[in-house]
Nanobody, 116 residues
Framework: QVQLVESGGDLVQPGGSLRLSCAAS????????MSWYRQAPGKERDMVARISTTGSGTNYVDSVKGRFTISRDNTKNMVYLQMNSLTPEDTAVYYC?????????WGQGTQVTVSS
């Protein structure tokens, strides 16, 4: 069965960095674009970044451009989100999803808290 397992969330100070990882299994990983979403308390779940099957194409929400980088390793069935210059507004549960739009499978999420 399809499984997506996120890890790497933590409490970090403003200006800090984190790297989120998502381990995928149960499907041919290299066939699918992958995405990262986040949901802050009381807000809707929004797309943060997405990556094409080969990694050659990426897309970011404006608020994270220049700070976040999505990448993937098709040999390891992994997708990553490198997050730099974090601000309190980045505090959310971050989810890995299969697909370019909407996501048909989701992980359980990993909490990122940015606070001093």
């Amino acid at each position: 069965q399809v499984q997506l397992v996120e890890s790497g969330g933590d409490l970090v100070q403003p200006g800090g960095s984190l790297r989120l990882s998502c381990a995928a299994s149960g499907f041919v990983f290299s066939w699918y674009p992958m995405s990262w979403y986040r949901q802050a308390p009381g807000k809707e779940r929004d797309m943060v970044a997405r990556i094409s099957t080969t990694g050659s194409g990426t897309n970011y929400v404006d608020s994270v451009k220049g700070r976040f980088t999505i990448s993937r390793d098709n040999t390891k069935n992994m997708v990553y989100l490198q997050m730099n210059s974090l601000t309190p507004e980045d505090t959310a549960v971050y989810y890995c999803a299969r697909g370019w739009t909407g996501g048909d499978y989701w992980g359980q999420g990993t909490q990122v808290t940015v606070s001093s």
